[in-house]
């Protein structure tokens, strides 16, 4: 397909007058064609109006007809073809194999909201039926459902072009949720994104779905990003990026006259605590693992474990050297884009420069225009704990490893780092009674917590939490992957004493539905 450099709003392709959008190669730093005309207000309030237009028929979609629309996108995207992972590495610096990856996992994503629309278990279906002849007060019939809550605006994610852009996991469970999606592409990678905006659009057609199901914008984020969140029809925003990108955003929301939740995914420097049998037994294995996980994607993944935390010795002095030659020998990765290489930089300058960090090793030096030379880092917990500078997120591959005096020490690092999305503990069946001391504090820092395992590589399943506190995202309550993500986009009404030919399908006797349904406190 030949990329025509237009917003897709609705069904139509169109080009915007505002600042254009060109995606540039980092491998090469050469630009890539087309020019993408950004849009402005006028996009935003056109794609609005369209989305909040479908809502009202897209919100009541049978469970089926919405699970085969999601079915229909995973197609229409594998139906793309190689042009797709073509681009995508084009625009990222990423390897093909990772695209393919990524491709399959996006649409593995979409296939399981469609079985998760199918089980309709979202719906949450509660029923108190009457009692008119309860004492003292008798009790009117009152039903609970969910709905979507309403069009969504998602801003696409720089650093998964696929499974966390214009059809990853923001946008499946948003439109799981029976809410319209309207896309802000990341300026990143606009041609993967208009690829797969237009295998979203064939989906709408094929469907027979409204037009405003779903459109993709393109253009600044201060302006199209900042008029999208800003407009009433949007009533919520899904979000992976800065911690500056994020909190702008919910900002905005909270501004609005009516303010609107923000699910924005934004900063984690993912603690590893290495616990001291399993330090003493198995260093070396683990050294190796750590700078496996820490070069993974150049480092840049939410979870990449930037922060390694244990006791002061000669075990953690063993890890140290292993882990240093590990990155002295680490080939450098193109970053995606050159800001982000950037911020890379000034990153591992400041550590590098820090009166109380040690510099331990840095990565091979690359050829390329925004090549990423991995980093590892040490300073002492007391110095750590008197600076919260240390704790600033290196988006890229650099860690920091913390000293601590003894397992106390620890246990103070754990309660004063920021929220994250994951917290990691080594440890052996003689840490036990350390990792249950640290257990409670870590479950209110993070959103995952593993044993003997990495951070990076997040499954999508039913059991995962992608989330955490502030500043790891913007709402602890919830998740960005696997299928409970669609809670984000819901919200419960209750029908009190409606009469049958009124209320929703789903909640009419007989269970036309056939979902599981809490009836009078009692789970059918
Ligand atoms: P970003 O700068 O936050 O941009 C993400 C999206 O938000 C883009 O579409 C951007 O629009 C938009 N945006 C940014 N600031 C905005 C604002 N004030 N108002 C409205 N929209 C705004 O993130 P990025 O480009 O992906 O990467 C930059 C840095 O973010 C990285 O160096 C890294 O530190 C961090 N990052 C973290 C994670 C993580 O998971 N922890 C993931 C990716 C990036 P434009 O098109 O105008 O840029």
Redo the contacts with the bound molecule.
């Keep these: 397909m030949t990329l025509e450099g237009k917003l897709l709003i609705g069904q139509q392709a169109i080009s915007g007058n505002q600042a254009d ?1 060109q995606a540039v190669n980092p491998a090469t730093g050469k630009t890539l064609d087309p020019v993408y005309h950004g849009g402005g207000k006028a996009e935003v309030e056109q794609a609005c109006e369209l989305a909040e237009a479908a809502y009202a028929t897209y919100r009541e979609t049978s469970l089926e007809d919405r699970a085969v629309f999601l079915e229909t996108i995973a197609s229409e995207i594998e139906a793309i073809g190689e042009e797709l992972t073509e681009r995508g590495v084009a625009e990222t610096g990423l390897p093909e194999a990772r695209l393919q990856g990524e491709r399959g996992r996006t649409c593995g994503q979409l296939r399981l909201f469609a079985s998760v629309v199918r089980a309709g278990e979202w719906l949450d279906v509660r029923i108190d039926p009457a009692l008119p002849d309860r004492e003292p007060m008798p009790r009117v019939d009152l039903r609970q459902r969910h709905i979507g809550l309403g069009p969504v605006a998602v ?5 998964f072009p696929l499974a966390f852009s214009v059809a990853g996991g923001d946008t499946a469970s948003a439109l799981a949720a029976g809410c319209p999606v309207v896309v ?5 990678h606009p041609g993967t994104s208009e690829l797969v905006g237009r295998a979203i659009q064939r989906a709408v057609a094929k469907c027979n779905l409204p037009e405003g199901v779903f459109s993709l914008l393109f ?5 199209i ?2 008029a999208l ?1 800003a407009d009433p029809r949007i009533q919520a925003v899904g ?8 909190t ?2 919910m900002a ?1 929301a909270q501004a609005r006259p009516q303010p609107i939740p923000v699910y924005a ?4 420097i993912n603690p590893v605590f290495l616990l001291p049998e399993a330090l003493k037994a198995r260093g070396k294995a683990i050294a190796e693992g750590f700078v496996g996980s820490l070069n993974m994607g150049a480092g ?4 990449n474990p930037g922060l390694v935390i244990g006791v002061k010795g000669a075990d953690l002095d063993a890890f140290i050297d292993t882990a240093g030659e590990g990155v002295k020998g680490s080939a450098a990765q193109t970053m ?2 050159p ?2 290489h950037g ?2 930089n000034d ?1 591992i300058g400041a550590l590098a420069n820090h009166p109380n960090v040690r510099n331990v090793a840095r990565g091979q030096a690359g050829e390329g225009p925004n090549a990423c030379q991995s980093g590892l880092f040490v300073a002492s917990a007391t110095d750590f704990l008197g600076d919260e500078a240390l704790q600033a ?4 591959a650099s860690s920091l490893v913390i000293e601590c005096a003894n397992v106390d020490e620890m246990q103070r690092v754990a309660s004063q780092v920021e929220g994250q ?1 994951t917290i990691t503990l080594h440890m052996d069946d003689g840490d036990l009674a350390t990792a249950k001391q640290l257990l409670p504090t870590l479950e209110r820092k993070a959103g995952r917590i593993l044993a003997n395992g990495w951070p990076t590589g997040v499954e999508v399943c039913h059991a995962m939490v992608h989330g955490g506190p502030y500043p790891a995202t913007s709402d602890s309550r919830t998740t960005s992957v696997g299928s409970a993500a669609i809670f984000r986009f819901l919200r419960p009404v209750c029908y009190q004493a409606l009469p049958e030919g009124l209320l929703p399908e789903a909640l009419r006797d007989g269970n036309p539905y056939g979902v599981s349904r809490l009836v009078d406190g009692k789970r059918e």
């Design positions: 959008i801003f696409g994610a720089s650093n802000k592409g990341h300026s990143a253009g600044s984020g201060k302006e990003g900042q969140v979000f992976t990026g800065s911690r500056s990108g994020g702008a955003l905005t995914e934004m900063s984690s840049q993944f939410c979870t995606l884009t800001g982000v911020a890379y990153g997120e290196v988006f890229g999305l």
